[in-house]
Every structure is written in C-alpha cells, then in structure tokens.
C-alpha cells in the first residue's frame, strides 16, 4: 500500500449536505456516518442565555441546538440553509451555518495523532448547485484552515455522482427527489452535466394537495399544520399504477380502500370511507400532476407547481417523470442510452410510499411506477432500484471518492473536480 | 389427586422427555424433534362402559400432531383390551397401578414434519412473497398486452406506417483486467467496487461524456 493511501485510510474526509442532515466523518466511522440537522441556531445577542453563557458564537449548530430552544417563536432563528439544494449568493445567515456546521464537524473529528496533516475532505452538494456554491464553500474551508490547519486539501462532487459511487453503478441514472424538488442526473463514468433535468416538484407539492384533499374532508383546521399533513400524506398516500384505473376500482369497492389514521400520541382520527379514492391522487401527484382531476384543485386555489430558475437550470414544474427521465436520457450519446435505461437509482424520501397487502397492484412502488411511465411512453427494458441505505450513500460516495482520486490531480473550474490543495 | 399421581408417574416413566402439557386426561412430552402423546384413562372413568373406546379415538385423534401416541390404562383393566388392534393403529399401550408404570405395547413411530405455529407463519410469509411477485409480473403482463392492443388496433386500422430503423450498432467494451483494490481495514462497501478502478484513473484520461 502507497503512502498516500495509508494516510487516506485514516484522514479521508466525507460532508453530505443534504437538504435536511448534515452527514459527516472520516473513512474510519466505518458504514456509518455522524448525522446532525443541517442547520443552524441564530442567538439573540441581547438574550439572557447569551449573556449568561458569555456564548462568543453567534451560532449554534450539531446537538447542541434542541438546548437553545425556548419557544415555538425560536424556530423562525433555526436557519436550513440547504432548503432545495441551493443557497442565494447573498443569503450571509444561510452560509454563516454552512461555515459553523464545516467547523463543528471537522473539529468534531479531528485526530490527536501527530501524523494527522490534515483531511482529505470530500463535500456534496445537491447537482443543481451553481459554481458560485463550489466558490464559498471552497472559502469556507480556506477560513477554518487558517484558524486551525485541519484540511490538507477539498473538493466537491455532486450528490448523484456520490450515490452511483456508493451502488457501485458507474452507468446509471440516479433519481434525487426531495422535499422541493427533483433532479435527474445520467452518469457514465461521470455526471453528464448538460443532461441534467430538474423538476419543480417533490414531497412537499405532494403534501400541498394533502391539504388541499383534507379540506375536502372537513378537516381544514388541521391542513395548516404541515407536519401533521405530511404524516397524513405518508400514511395514506397511494401511487396508482394507472390513475384512472385505480379510482374506478376505488369507487366501485370503496370499503376496499377505506382506512382510518389515529395520529400517534393525540386524539385526532383521519377517516377516509367513500372518498378513499382520493388517497391515490396523493401518489400520483408526485409522478405526474397532469390529470385534469388535479384542474378542480388549482382552480380553487392550490398553487400550480411553476417553472422556475434557481443558479443556471430551469426547473420544470409540471413535466411528468417518465417524460424528464426520456428528455434527460435523450440528451446523452444514443448508443449509451439503452444502458442508462437498464440502471435507474431512485433516491431520496419522496420515493418512500408504502403499498398495502390487500391492494397491490392496484397501488405500486416508486420503482414500478416509474417502469410503467416509462412503458407507456414506450420504453422497455427499464430496470429501476431504490437506493440501498438512502441516508448514508452519499457520505459513502464521497468517502470512496476521496480515497480513490490521487492527490495530484488539481482542482479544474473547467471540470469541476480534482484537489484544491489547502495546505 | 389419584390422577396427580398417575400422571407424576407416567412423568417419571419418560423421565427423559420434556413434559410440555399437562392436563388431566392427557400429557404431551417432546425429545428433539418429536412429540409424544399419552391420553390417560382412570379407574374412575373406565366404569362407564364406552370410556375405553372414547379414549382409544381421542388417542387416535392425537397422531395429528404427535409422532408417537400411548393409551394408559389402570393395570386390572388391560386384560380386555385386544392389543392387536391398537398394535394395528399404531397405538401403544401403558398399564398403571400404584406401584409402577409399565410400557405393554410399544407405540409405533410416525414419521411427519409436524407444522409448528412458526412453519405456519414461515409457509404464509413465503406465499405472501410469491403471491406479490405474481402481483407484479400479472401487472406488468397486462400493461404488455394493454400495449399490444393498442398497436394492433392501430396496426389494423392503417394509421401507422412502420419505418425501418436501423439498428444502432452498440460497440461491444471487452473487459479489462481489474486492479485489485486492497480492502484491508477498510469498510464494507468498498469491496468489489468498480468505481475505485475509474476513479483512481482520474486526471490521467480524457473526459468522455461529462461535459
């Protein structure tokens, strides 16, 4: 074994910067990974606690957060800086917990070992990130450098390429589909940049029509509460294999589908009986919102998912999976195309739906459902996964990467990766 | 409390079998695999004048779920028994008096995969898999012939004109001999993983599809 991969064996470095956790640690965690939120406490610098404490940081992240918090008020000082992927150039607050969060979890880690000369730190960020994302956070990890020298040198991946890398697929197409938006990155070896399609939709678009269901119900008091939506959501949502299929079955055998949902620790019961069919728009909406049973919805109200931009990319609002997938596939050299086709990794909680015994095949899986867009629109031969150990894949990716790429390939603005060299 | 007594020695008797039901007319013991079942008869019971054959049936009904079933008879009372149609049925027979217990008929073995509640459940987990693969595949089987039909009625009525398309030619990558990546202490996933090869080659070979 080199010498550079003993000392990457013992200071290899991986950061997952998800959207909701912050997934982090050297080679030597092993499988697993330390996870915290991704986020950061703001202190009131005139607050008692803050005084009291003589607190010389003005944010607080890791564990020690749930300590800070006093009042339901304190949560709008709880900053997610990673909300869809992508932080505004501007949002200082935001990249303030980027920066604390990087401190907290290098210092977290950091050997007493006089070998150590710094970690090879491998960051993720969401494949959406623009350049300027990879600029800061490069600054960032200068900065702590300069107060303590803990990174020999960084780079960044992109959250697709990490979780390819970790499922051992170096042709595949990986499926990221959060609580805000969706991205389809085809890898052969590398990400294929400019094949990259982003959707305007995700979990949470899923719990907007939830609500808007559970109005229908009677229960409109309780649809502002989003945590308790998404749990309905989680709980009694469907994904159809054929929309118009399924609510005919369900309308025609409604007690079939009939469910009743205590939610857990309260006295409050969701019933669904002759509207059960309903449970499967839920579903359906994440996949493709196109049906015009969705149209009596945006009339009354329901924000229609728009195209938008974020960084460089478009962001399509109302394009339906199996139609991205094609257009992103498409975009990639033909005679790839039918291998990336063989290889589609669905990764993230918007894929999790649970399909009960005594309906399936009238509700499916995330990974069928996707086989039956992409049949219907004409595409056989489709082999389609969810990702084995959806938290940890990405830190694995990024672990197998620092380790693997030699330490003398430099950092690349043209190719986006390579070692920036820190010390 | 005469009956305590009996079954106490019918216990001791197969002392080396663990009892597993006690009740009064009947124990159930198990050595490893196999289950052994006696229904007991008392001397209270026997002076009605069906309570041996209603014993004899109830013994018979055991070999259900037993490998080996005895009837214990009081020792004065075996003497009306014909042992060869309990010989003929398998059965075994036990006399008992106050002083001992005594095996007058072996009982035969069954041989049988007795169903534990945990085979059951095995068995049900198993064809609750089965049955969902089926599931699927009937799914995707109806959306194929959905998907035929189509085509044929379109076929039929003449609105689509196949083209011929050349098939692209897929150049064929024959493998190349690995570098073996040592795995010592390092975690799991990184054995038998292809992307340390490619990675490693990083910064040494030209870009294919990535820009």
């Given at each position: 074994m080199s010498e550079e991969e003993e000392y990457k064996k013992a200071y290899t470095f991986g950061a997952d910067y998800g959207t909701s956790d912050f997934k982090f640690g050297p080679i030597t965690c092993g499988e697993i990974p330390k996870i915290i939120h991704n986020r950061g406490y703001f202190l009131d610098k005139d607050s008692i606690m803050y005084k009291a404490f003589e607190a010389s940081k003005e944010v607080v992240v890791g564990d020690e957060v749930p300590l800070y918090l006093q009042s339901s008020e304190d949560l709008s000082k709880l900053i997610y800086p990673m909300k869809n992927g992508v932080i505004k150039k501007e949002d200082e607050r935001a990249w303030r917990v980027v920066e604390e969060i990087s401190r907290y979890s290098l210092k977290l880690f950091k050997?007493?070992?006089?070998?150590?000369?710094?970690f090879y730190i491998v960051a993720s960020l969401s494949?959406?990130?623009?350049?300027y994302m990879y600029e800061k956070l490069f600054e960032i990890y200068k900065k702590i450098n300069e107060e303590e020298p803990l990174i020999k040198a960084a780079t960044i991946i992109q959250q697709p390429l990490a979780v390819a890398i970790a499922h051992k697929a170096t042709t595949c197409v990986v499926i990221e589909s959060g609580h805000g938006n969706t991205q389809i990155c085809p890898i052969s070896r590398y990400p294929i940049k400019n094949a990259i399609v982003a959707v305007n939709r995700g979990g949470g678009d899923a719990n907007a029509l939830t609500g808007e269901i559970l109005k229908d119900l009677g229960y409109g008091d309780l649809a502002r509460e989003e945590a308790f939506v998404r749990r309905v959501k989680e709980n009694l949502g469907l994904i159809p294999a054929n929309l118009e299929d399924a609510i005919e079955e369900a309308k025609g055998k409604p007690e079939k589908f009939m469910v009743e949902f205590k939610i857990p620790g309260t006295r409050i019961t969701i019933e669904m009986k002759n509207?059960?069919?309903?449970?499967f728009l839920i579903g359906e909406y994440v996949f493709?919102?196109?049906?015009?049973?969705?149209q009596s919805f945006f009339t009354r109200g329901m924000p229609k998912p728009k195209d938008i931009k974020i960084g460089d990319m478009i962001f399509k609002g109302m394009l339906d999976f199996g139609e991205a997938i094609i257009e992103s596939i498409e975009r990639c050299p033909i005679e790839l195309q039918p291998h990336l086709y063989k290889q589609i990794l669905l990764s993230g909680g918007n894929f999790s739906w649970k399909v009960p015994e005594d309906v399936e095949g009238i509700a499916v899986d995330a990974a069928t459902k996707i086989k039956l867009l992409l049949k219907e629109k004409g595409i056989e031969d489709v082999e389609a996964v969810m990702t084995e150990f959806p938290q940890y894949s990405v830190w694995r990716g990024c672990i197998i990467y620092g380790y693997a790429v030699p330490q003398d390939y430099e950092w690349s603005w043209e190719r986006m990766e390579g070692w920036n060299k820190l010390l | 409390m005469i009956e305590q007594l009996i079954r106490e020695k019918i216990k001791n008797f197969f002392k080396e079998y663990s009892c597993i039901e006690e009740r009064e007319n009947y124990l159930t013991f198990k050595i490893g695999d196999s289950i052994l079942s006696i229904e007991i008869l008392s001397g209270k019971e026997i002076l009605d004048r069906n309570a041996i054959l209603n014993s004899a049936l109830k013994a018979l009904a055991k070999f259900e779920y037993s490998n080996k079933v005895y009837l214990a008879l009081p020792k004065v009372y075996?003497?009306?028994?014909?042992g060869e149609i309990l010989q003929n049925h398998g059965l075994g027979l036990l006399t008992y008096d106050e002083k001992e217990v005594k095996e007058v008929i072996p009982a035969k073995f069954i041989k049988k995969q007795l169903l534990t509640k945990e085979n059951y459940e095995r068995k049900i987990e198993e064809l609750k898999i089965e049955l969902k693969k089926l599931k699927e595949n009937h799914m995707l089987l109806k959306s194929t012939v959905d998907t035929l039909k189509n085509e044929v009625e379109k076929l039929k009525k003449g609105l689509i004109k196949v083209p011929l398309i050349k098939e692209e030619k897929i150049t064929e990558v024959k493998p190349q001999?690995?570098?073996?990546?040592?795995?010592?202490?390092?975690?799991?996933?990184?054995?038998?993983?292809p992307w340390l090869e490619v990675l490693a080659k990083r910064g040494k070979e030209p870009e294919t599809y990535g820009s």
């Open positions: 050997p007493s070992s006089e070998d150590f000369h710094g494949s959406v990130s623009p350049k509207e059960a069919w309903m449970r493709n919102p196109n049906h015009e049973v969705y | 075996a003497s009306i028994i014909d001999p690995k570098l073996e990546a040592s795995i010592n202490g390092l975690p799991s996933f990184f054995k038998n993983n």
